[in-house]
């Protein structure tokens, strides 16, 4: 089992209402929640959303396709590069057509915890692991 990251291990300071700091864990999140070491995926997500400043879930959404897989290859997350790369431009496009980029609008739409995780499962790519990940840190600033 690969060591945990948590959202301070990446200077992701999760408060509540702070969806900029929520969007990013989100991210990580969903770096983290596949088969591929918890480092390279922490990497991934600085090269993406440090580096590259694709912080937002429109700003995600508007890369294209190779300059996700490209970024993904500069982080050495190579292993499921094109697949992560299409999840993570739906996953941004979704976000914003359906929540205006806001984890809080997911929030707010849902009933309870265990709602609120049905939702996030909905996105292509986020399963039971990616929503324990978030969870373990996004819980104490949304319930």
């Known amino acids: 089992m690969s060591k945990s990251i948590s959202a301070r291990d990446l200077g992701i300071e999760l408060k509540s209402a702070d969806e900029s700091a929520l969007f990013k864990w989100f ?3 969903f770096l983290m929640g596949k088969r591929i070491q918890a480092d ?3 990497q991934a997500y600085r090269v993406i959303v ?3 400043t694709r912080d937002t879930a429109r700003k995600l959404a ?3 396709h190779r300059e996700l897989v490209m970024m993904l290859g500069e982080a050495h997350y190579v292993r499921y590069d094109e697949t992560t790369a ?3 431009r ?3 496009k979704k976000l914003s057509d359906e929540y205006a980029g ?3 609008h997911i929030h707010s739409a849902s009933e309870d915890r265990q709602a609120f995780e049905k939702r996030l499962g909905e996105f292509e790519g986020v399963g039971p692991k990616t929503i324990e990940i978030f969870m373990r840190d996004a ?3 949304l319930y």
């Open 27 to 29: 991210v990580a999140s």
């Open 40 to 42: 390279i995926a922490a």
């Open 50 to 52: 440090e580096k590259h």
């Open 62 to 64: 508007a890369c294209t």
């Open 86 to 88: 299409e999840r993570l």
């Open 90 to 92: 739906h996953l941004g």
């Open 102 to 104: 806001k984890i809080g």
């Open 139 to 141: 819980a104490a600033v």
